[in-house]
C-alpha cells in the first residue's frame, strides 16, 4: 500500500496565516483554514534545510534570477525531501536546480500522455511517496 503524505513548510504557514491577516479573514474562516491545515505534516527548517537554502540563494543569484528569502526556503525544503513542489507561482521556482514543480498546467499534460480525472487525481498518481505543497498569498 503507498501512503500520499502531503507536507508544508513552515514558512508557507506563516504566509497562510499573514495572507487570512492581511486579508482580514473572520474567525470562521480562519478556523476552518486552520483545520484544514491540520492534514498536512508540518516541516521544521533544521541546519541541512539551512545549507539547501544556501546553495538555492546562491545559485539563483549567480543566473541572475534572484529568489526570494522565503521562496527558498520553501524550495530548500523539497529539495532536502527530494520530493516536488505544488504551486501556482512555477515561475519563482524556474531557476531552481534540481527542482521538480508540479503546476495546475503540469498535471493536464499528464492528462494528455494518457491520465484521466481532475488535478487531484493526477497529482496522485505522480507522486507515492511525498509531496511537499505551497499555496502562495
Given at each position: 500500500m503507498?501512503?500520499?503524505?502531503?507536507?508544508?513548510?513552515?514558512?508557507?504557514?506563516?504566509?497562510?496565516?499573514?495572507?487570512?491577516?492581511?486579508?482580514?479573514?473572520g474567525?470562521t474562516?480562519?478556523?476552518?483554514?486552520?483545520?484544514?491545515?491540520?492534514?498536512?505534516?508540518l516541516?521544521?527548517?533544521?541546519?541541512?534545510?539551512?545549507?539547501?537554502?544556501?546553495?538555492?540563494?546562491?545559485?539563483?543569484?549567480?543566473?541572475?534570477?534572484p529568489?526570494?528569502?522565503?521562496?527558498?526556503?520553501i524550495?530548500?525544503?523539497?529539495?532536502?525531501?527530494?520530493?516536488?513542489?505544488?504551486?501556482?507561482?512555477?515561475?519563482?521556482?524556474?531557476?531552481?536546480?534540481?527542482?521538480?514543480i508540479?503546476?495546475?498546467?503540469?498535471?493536464?499534460?499528464?492528462?494528455?500522455?494518457?491520465?484521466?480525472?481532475?488535478?487531484?487525481?493526477?497529482?496522485?498518481?505522480?507522486?507515492?511517496?511525498?509531496?511537499?505543497?505551497?499555496?502562495?498569498?
Open positions: 503507498v501512503v500520499l503524505s502531503v507536507s508544508i513548510p513552515l514558512i508557507t504557514l506563516a504566509e497562510i496565516e499573514y495572507g487570512m491577516e492581511a486579508k482580514n479573514w474567525a474562516s480562519r478556523d476552518l483554514m486552520r483545520r484544514f491545515l491540520t492534514r498536512f505534516t516541516l521544521l527548517p533544521d541546519t541541512e534545510t539551512a545549507h539547501v537554502w544556501a546553495r538555492i540563494k546562491r545559485g539563483c543569484e549567480t543566473q541572475g534570477r529568489i526570494t528569502f522565503a521562496d527558498a526556503w524550495a530548500a525544503a523539497a529539495l532536502q525531501l527530494n520530493v516536488p513542489l505544488v504551486t501556482h507561482n512555477a515561475r519563482d521556482y524556474r531557476a531552481v536546480d534540481k527542482l521538480t508540479l503546476t495546475a498546467s503540469s498535471a493536464s499534460s499528464t492528462r494528455k500522455r494518457g491520465y484521466s480525472g481532475n488535478m487531484k487525481h493526477a497529482l496522485s498518481l505522480l507522486i507515492m511517496h511525498h509531496l511537499l505543497i505551497h499555496f502562495p498569498f
